[in-house]
């Protein structure tokens, strides 16, 4: 029913930036809490950073300062920004939306296909 698409990945080298985008399509009412995870190879999936629908956000420390998570309501889009980034992001990035699909009661839980980010000189 509700489909997550992300975009922007690719390789940079270190101190590089990349922007991630990610849109929701399908019988969607409302995307409420948005928020990127990654996981490296070997490692478990680890939050990133979050956007709740009011704007507020929330980052991993290790991020803090060089990501910034966006969001187009509207489009039903969030977005992720990476500045200065080195060998430890390298990892495939995932997409996840809370979203509440017409007609539905409560909000059911989304994660889009990942994307590969790859930091290397």
């Known amino acids: 029913q509700v489909q997550l698409v992300e975009s922007g990945g690719g390789l940079v080298q270190p101190g590089g930036s990349l922007r991630l985008s990610c849109v929701a399509s399908?019988?969607?009412?409302?995307?409420?809490?948005m928020g990127w995870y990654r996981q490296a190879p070997g490692e478990q999936r680890e939050l990133v950073a979050t956007?709740?629908?009011?704007?507020?956000?929330n980052y991993a420390e290790g991020v803090k300062g060089r990501f910034t998570i966006s969001r187009d309501s509207a489009k039903n889009t969030v977005f992720l920004q990476m500045n200065s980034l080195e060998s430890e992001d390298t990892a495939v990035y995932y997409c996840?939306?809370?979203?509440?699909?017409?007609?539905?009661?409560?909000?059911?839980?989304?994660w889009g296909q990942g994307t590969q980010v790859t930091v290397s000189s």
């Open positions: 399908g019988s969607i009412f409302s995307a409420n809490l």
């Open positions: 996840n939306m809370w979203v509440r699909t017409s007609f539905a009661e409560y909000d059911s839980n989304y």
């Open positions: 956007i709740a629908s009011d704007g507020r956000t």
